[in-house]
């Protein structure tokens, strides 16, 4: 069964240093680096710079054909990569109440406190084996990732902490293609460390029970392309990925800005605009019925600093991009 859910790609104009963009800080984020081919569940250890940090998280290449730990098939369904023929799995709720499996990795480099930085991982929700003993009922929101300076292990998670620095508060419920969950934050510690998973307990998440013929009392999510960048840097993010925004549909400018900036593309019928806070946080909306041609927005009350524009209509995104106020 499959629900549609916005993807969301940051498209970014800035460069870290001006001339080449910052790269992500979260080492083998594709899960491509093996030190062995996993065959079994509970292998995440044999992707490099990843360790499991509650319950037992699993491991998929195509190394294992079409087996156990397989790619596209293996034991919990059917998924193509986003990037390169790997990705992880995770239960994200269920499992014996509270029992949310978390991933996680440290960046090659700490966060730096007062810079901004993009956040992002895709999710795929899978069926399991349908008509077996694998297939799974649920599907659940939540999902995302957390910074810390010190990772938690095991026990340590519970009582969940209901917080993430990132999360989708939809639930996600594709099967078929990859969902984005993103967001910008301005660090506010050195974090060392990157972690996925649901950070909300059983009584904070909201279930979909997706698959009535399941077996299993759970929801379960692969896992591909972790990405923490300084804002404007590059996630590396494959091209096949669907998305709903054409970034060639639409040029914004200027960037930087002063007082007002110009977006040239397809804007026809009724529009919204928002501008987003560096914390995701809105700070512009306009309401636009009817329109057609250029979009002008006079925004002489924001500060210095990026933002981000996002642009839909009442069917789908049209626009998500990085702007920056003088």
């Known amino acids: 069964m499959r629900t549609c859910f916005k993807h969301f790609v940051l498209i970014s104009c800035l460069t870290a240093d001006g001339q080449g ?4 800080l979260v080492p083998n984020w594709s899960f491509e680096q093996i030190s062995l081919c996993p065959h079994d569940e509970d292998q995440l250890e044999y992707a490099y710079g990843w360790g499991d940090y509650f319950v037992t998280p699993d491991l998929y290449n195509s190394c294992d054909g079409a087996d156990t730990a397989g790619v596209p098939a293996n034991w919990a369904g059917y998924q193509v990569p986003g990037n390169g023929v790997g990705y992880a799995g995770l239960i994200a709720y269920g499992a014996g109440g509270n029992g949310h499996e978390v991933i996680g990795a440290q960046f090659t480099s ?11 991982v895709r999710f795929s929700w899978t069926t399991g084996a349908v008509g077996t003993l694998t297939s799974i009922k649920y599907s ?5 990732l957390m910074l810390r300076t ?6 340590e998670w519970l ?3 209901n917080y993430a620095h990132v999360s989708s508060p939809d639930v996600i419920s594709d099967s078929v293609e990859w969902t984005t969950v993103q967001g910008v934050i301005v660090a506010d510690s050195a974090y060392q460390f990157v972690l996925v998973g649901n950070f909300f307990d059983d009584a904070s998440t909201t279930v979909e029970l997706t698959n009535p013929g399941g077996q299993f009392g759970f929801s379960y999510y692969y896992v591909d392309d972790v990405c923490v960048v300084p804002l404007g840097g590059e996630c590396g993010l494959a091209a096949n990925v669907h998305t709903t925004a054409s970034s060639s549909s639409f040029v914004v400018h200027p960037v930087p800005f002063d007082e007002e900036i110009v977006i040239d593309g397809p804007l026809q019928g009724d529009i919204s605009i928002q501008v987003l806070g560096a914390l995701g946080a809105e ?39 990085l702007i920056v106020r003088r």
Request: negative net charge.
């Open 21 to 24: 963009k910052a790269q992500n």
């Open 110 to 120: 700490p966060l730096q406190v007062g810079v901004a930085y993009e956040l992002s």
């Open 140 to 144: 659940s929101n939540n999902l995302g």
């Open 150 to 155: 010190q990772p938690l292990m095991d026990l």
């Open 159 to 161: 009582p969940w902490p």
């Open 283 to 321: 700070v512009y909306r306009s309401e636009i019925t009817g329109h057609q041609g250029p979009g002008v927005l006079h925004l002489p009350e924001l500060a210095s600093g990026p933002y981000i524009l996002r642009v839909t209509d009442p069917q789908r995104e049209l626009l998500r991009q």
